[in-house]
């Protein structure tokens, strides 16, 4: 409903942004391929906009095979090839290595707990934080270097707070958005 009041950074005029902020940003996830295409997505985004990002996220969906996981541990040259060739999706030769090493690190976390979900808990206490105006918080800093010590490329703490934000662990919404709440 472009009339609502929303965050400053949502694109008005993007409707693929307005329905990612109203539907999807802030709200708390917990299913695993959810959780994943978010990571895989928020690491392309090292360096650019977010709406560039989402703007080929079905790109980005088709390019991935619906991001499956398991699959996506799997791609081998040919399959980097291809996706070094897909105009569609962003094309940076070593955001796609670390996508593919960074699913294979994904799976080694899940397995190691139960779930990557379970992962981000034991770091969050299953605890959503509320607060606006920042890129990065003691908890984006403890996941990020973990996650860097496990091997993750593209995984800063921005990265993850932003990461964070989009799966709902720290809600964000402004407090002049239609959609703000606090604790």
Known sequence: MP??????????????????HDN??????????????????????????????????EAFRE????????????????????????????RNKLKINASISNSRIFKAISEEF???????????????????GKTTNALSDAISEDLKKRGMKFVGSTIIYSYLQAIGMIYSHDENCFLYKSK
């Open 3 to 20: 009339n609502k009041t929303r965050c400053t950074w949502c694109n008005t005029q993007n409707s693929k942004y307005i329905d990612y």
């Open 24 to 57: 999807e940003w802030g709200v708390p996830v917990t299913d695993e391929k959810h959780l994943y295409e978010m990571l895989i997505l928020e690491s392309f985004q090292a360096g650019l906009s977010w709406e560039c990002v989402l703007n080929k996220r």
């Open 63 to 90: 390019a991935y095979d619906n991001f499956n996981s398991e699959k996506v541990c799997a791609y081998d040259n040919e399959k980097i090839n291809e996706l070094l060739c897909n105009k569609e999706i962003i």
């Open 114 to 132: 139960g779930s990557f979900y379970n992962y981000l808990k034991a770091f969050s206490g299953d605890e959503i934080i509320y607060e606006t």
